[in-house]
């Protein structure tokens, strides 16, 4: 989902113009948003966030409904980081979730974004708490670098082609 809203918010017109509406021409640098500027923004206001959410969310669930509709294998997945926090979770007949702790989760943020320490626990305050997400769940797979990944993949994948439902799950 975070790919799919990244590419919408800078390919969809009127999102680009929502945004900018709301976060002012600097969010677009040379036609492509402005990541750091807007993350900068909205990470410490929790008010920007929401509208920022209000005005991408809605998007991204269009863009991810259409995706489905032209899946045909047994069942389709769908990677979202704020999947309950969007209400995309309404959308699915089930919920895998990846739980790895929270000190583990920063350092492969900071690897991946080459963001500060701070930065990263601005935004992971303004996520759901990682135990409620997990509660809620249908299955976790645990990513600590402890317990092996793939047999916890294959177990589900095989619970799931033996639910065989027609629709698509998370």
């Known amino acids: 989902a975070d790919a799919a809203a990244k590419k919408l ?8 113009a929502q945004i900018q509406k709301e976060f002012g021409e600097a969010s677009y640098v040379d036609g492509k948003l402005d990541r ?5 923004l909205v990470f410490n206001n929790v008010e920007k966030l929401a509208m920022l959410n209000s005005i991408v969310h809605p998007a991204t669930l269009r863009d991810s409904d ?8 047994p069942y389709a997945l769908k990677e979202a ?9 309404k ?14 989760r920063q ?18 305050e303004n996520q759901m708490d990682e135990e409620e997400k997990m509660r809620l769940c249908d299955y976790v797979i645990t990513n600590d670098e402890q317990e092996l990944v793939v047999p916890q ?3 589900i994948h ?9 629709k698509p799950f998370f």
């Open 158 to 166: 095989q619970e799931l082609i033996a639910k065989k439902s027609p």
């Open 36 to 40: 750091k500027y807007l993350a900068a």
């Open 107 to 124: 350092q492969r943020i900071l690897e991946r974004d080459h963001a500060t320490v701070e930065e990263i626990k601005a935004r992971m």
């Open 9 to 16: 918010m800078n390919e969809d017109e009127l999102l680009v």
């Open 153 to 155: 993949v294959i177990q």
């Open 91 to 104: 959308q699915l007949d089930c919920v895998i979730g990846v739980y790895a702790p929270a000190p583990l």
């Open 66 to 73: 259409e995706w489905m509709l032209q899946q045909t294998t």
């Open 81 to 89: 980081a704020l999947i309950f926090e969007s209400g995309a979770n």
